[in-house]
């Protein structure tokens, strides 16, 4: 199949969809939290059972008042997708604890890092880079960590060239990059960028990994999110990682998966094209 050609770095201006909340049919009024999610904002964050409500909720307005993205109206970032790798996250949290270091991009409230944290992963060993600096401070408000997170967080936008700030700072550090949830944001050159910048970060050896989530679809083709925005099955996100493999010269193992993690049959996804799916990935260095 030939590969698509190359769109802009478009993205999707959420704030064209929104005025108020009740305009959103992402946004719910109320949240409903999964055990992982009470577990560690009970045990990691000390809040006592009976305000956890109450606290995720006024997060949550205020960070839907920074930016209504879909993943904050519909509490999202409390459903640690990370985690339910289940054969993924194992590996992960071995290789971390190890001393492996990994960056998160994009990565919202900071939420998958304070689970890895509370699994046992040294807070040293991660990063998190989040274009919107109030999530970073929501997210130190929401886990109450602010003095003892030893995780580094910094602002910094994914598509700004490799020779500013904090990507040059972060060049060829890690083991593991992790892109949950962005690539669907831009369109398809934005999305090799995206990649290109996780290459990037990782250390320059075979072995290091890309892994991620994004809005996925069920047909064999690409299908638009919004716009110029595609959403890709196994196969056409293999088509866009072999461009990259010769845009970067380097080459990559790729498992892809589309599954009905995210689609219109979840409750927190019924206002969505009904193509779409959730694709999962993970990309290993070969050369």
Same mark, same amino acid.
């Given at each position: ?17 929104? %005025? ?7 946004? %719910?009024?109320?949240?409903?939290? +999964?055990? +992982?999610?009470?577990? /560690? /904002? ?10 956890? %409500? ?6 949550? $307005? ?14 999202? =970032? ?24 990994? /960056? ?15 699994? !046992?992963?040294? !807070?040293?060993?991660?990063?998190? @880079?989040?274009?919107? &600096? ?43 990059? $992790?892109?949950?949830?962005?690539? %669907?944001?831009? #369109?398809?050159? !934005? ?5 290109? &910048?996780?290459?990037?970060?990782? &250390?320059?050896? @075979? ?6 989530? #994004?809005?996925?679809? #069920? ?8 716009? $110029? ?27 892809? &998966? ?17 193509? @779409?799916? !959730?694709?999962? =990935? ?6």
């Amino acid at each position: 199949m030939a590969s698509p050609k190359p769109l802009s770095n478009q993205v999707i201006n959420w704030t064209g969809f929104v %005025h108020k909340p009740g305009d959103a049919p992402w946004f %719910h009024p109320k949240p409903n939290l +999964p055990w +992982p999610a009470r577990q /560690l /904002l009970e045990e990691y964050s000390g809040i006592h059972p009976q305000n956890i %409500h109450d606290q995720v909720l006024n997060i949550r $307005n205020r960070a839907w008042d920074a930016f209504p993205f879909p993943c904050i109206g519909s509490f999202e =970032f409390l459903d640690f997708q990370l985690s339910q790798r289940n054969l993924l996250y194992p590996r992960l949290l071995q290789r971390l604890q190890a001393g492996g270091k990994f /960056l998160d991009i994009g990565c919202c409230l900071g939420h998958d890092i304070r689970k890895l944290v509370f699994d !046992g992963v040294p !807070g040293e060993n991660l990063t998190g @880079v989040e274009l919107r &600096k109030e999530f970073i401070e929501l997210g130190y408000e929401l886990f109450r960590d602010r003095d003892r997170l030893e995780a580094k967080m910094y602002q910094g936008d994914v598509q700004l060239g490799n020779s500013e700030q904090p990507w040059k700072e972060l060049g060829g550090q890690f083991d593991v990059v $992790n892109l949950g949830m962005i690539l %669907h944001s831009f #369109a398809r050159e !934005g999305q090799i960028v995206c990649i290109e &910048k996780a290459i990037g970060s990782l &250390k320059n050896q @075979v072995g290091t990994s890309i892994i991620g989530t #994004a809005c996925g679809a #069920a047909e064999g083709e690409e299908c638009f999110w919004h716009g $110029n925005i595609p959403s890709h099955n196994t196969e056409t996100f293999r088509a866009l990682v072999k461009d990259l493999e010769e845009r970067t010269g380097t080459k990559w193992e790729v498992d892809a &998966k589309v599954d009905s993690s995210i689609s219109l049959w979840n409750p927190k996804h019924t206002w969505l094209d009904p193509r @779409v799916r !959730g694709l999962a =990935f993970e990309m290993t260095r070969l050369e």
